[in-house]
């Protein structure tokens, strides 16, 4: 690692997005998937994802080019631009730069912004896997072959700097398993989930069925780190019960939508996870939840306490604790990160700026404005050290 920001120490960003190849799921599809994953067509003269056969709208812009300025929506997530026309506030559109396509580009921009080493997420990827619930063959499928172009053009490593997370879905579970000791065999150093039961047409799942225990184990082993990011969770299902639509879009979302599927995902899966004894049985296993905040870990915190407290025998130690030694938090830095600290510790908070994203920071070094009060050990650790740490879990990260 080379870079050095102007606090003295390269930063370590734990929430950095490319946008994805046009061929990223189609490169490696298999063929007898050609049109049961994703695809390509021309719709009243404009360029339309097709996945399942069905136009995809989670990304209304999926080829990204042009694409919205980094930051642009910052004022509005922080309350300072009213109004209910979200799309007026991106501004101007840029054609997309080499940097959020390819490594090399990259490491030039992450040098120039101070950042040594960052995780690197899917932006149209992580809202696929519902519109592929229902065939599961053809999701693991899909997945498979969005992997093998990440491996192709991002890495799982690059530079020792870059470290690309290849997708899991968990529709079936020995597909999940074999997917997941590809990845480490293949050297990534983290893997992203989507925050959500397991719905296969075979029936709801916790992630914390131990059928998917061979899959936790080899992660844990490895010393991976397990990243669940928002997306499509799959959420706007209860969404739908309440007579609103259950297709998610980007930045189209009603109050009471964004109600209920914000912060309850990550919430509800975390509490799988203990409740279902994951940490129990795979005490090393690393979590990380990426853009889903951290208003939700107070609330958690105490529901955990309450149900230890009520039924201490369901648990295998001391819940609370197990979400304090086993998972890491990004929170938005809108959030009473402070708070969070205090209830997880300062060791367990990660910085993450959303580069490039449009509701993420233009410069990710401006995280550090929103940690006033901290202790210059603790801004090291949230801006460096506890990314850095997790990065080097499944091996050594040059400092």
Request: hydrophobic share 45%; glycine share 8%; proline share 7%.
């Amino acid at each position: 690692m080379a870079a050095t920001s102007a606090l003295g120490f390269g930063m370590f960003d734990a929430d950095n997005h490319y946008y994805e190849a046009v061929d990223a799921f189609t490169r490696h599809r298999e063929p007898a998937f050609h049109k049961r994953g994703a695809q390509w067509a021309t719709i009243d003269g404009r360029q339309r994802l097709l996945i399942g056969g069905s136009v995809c709208r989670f990304i209304p812009n999926p080829q990204f080019d042009p694409v919205a300025r980094p930051g642009a929506l910052d004022a509005y997530f922080r309350g300072k631009l009213a109004g209910d026309d979200i799309r007026s506030a991106f501004g101007d559109l840029d054609p997309i730069s080499p940097a959020y396509r390819e490594p090399t580009a990259r490491l030039s921009v992450m040098d120039a912004q101070g950042m040594d080493g960052c995780f690197l997420f899917p932006t149209l990827g992580v809202g696929i896997e519902q519109a592929l619930v229902h065939d599961v063959d053809a999701a693991h499928a899909s997945f498979r072959a969005f992997n093998r172009w990440l491996a192709d053009d991002w890495g799982f490593a690059h530079a020792d700097r870059i470290f690309a997370a290849p997708y899991l879905t968990l529709l079936d579970p020995d597909q999940a398993i074999d997917e997941a000791r590809w990845a480490v065999v293949n050297g990534a150093r983290v893997v992203v989930l989507r925050a959500a039961p397991v719905m296969a047409p075979s029936g709801w799942r916790s992630p914390g069925d131990p059928r998917y225990d061979p899959m936790w184990h080899a992660l844990a082993e490895a010393g991976v780190l397990v990243a669940f990011h928002s997306g499509d969770s799959g959420y706007g299902i209860y969404a739908e019960h309440w007579g609103e639509p259950a297709e998610m879009e980007a930045f189209r979302r009603t109050p009471f939508r964004s109600i209920v599927a914000s912060e309850r995902p990550i919430m509800d899966l975390t509490a799988a996870l203990i409740c279902h004894g994951v940490f129990a049985r795979h005490p090393s296993l690393h979590v990380a939840t990426i853009e889903s905040g951290s208003e939700w870990v107070g609330p958690l915190v105490k529901k955990l306490a309450k149900a230890y407290a009520q039924t201490p025998s369901s648990f295998e130690g001391d819940p609370v604790e197990q979400l304090r030694r086993n998972v890491w938090v990004a929170p938005y830095y809108e959030d009473d990160i402070a708070g969070l600290a205090a209830t997880i510790g300062a060791d367990h908070v990660l910085f993450g700026s959303d580069w490039p994203h449009a509701e993420g920071l233009a410069e990710p070094s401006a995280f550090v404005d929103d940690l006033a009060g901290f202790s210059p050990d603790d801004v090291r650790r949230i801006m460096r050290d506890n990314a850095l740490g997790l990065a080097s879990a499944a091996g050594p990260v040059a400092a």
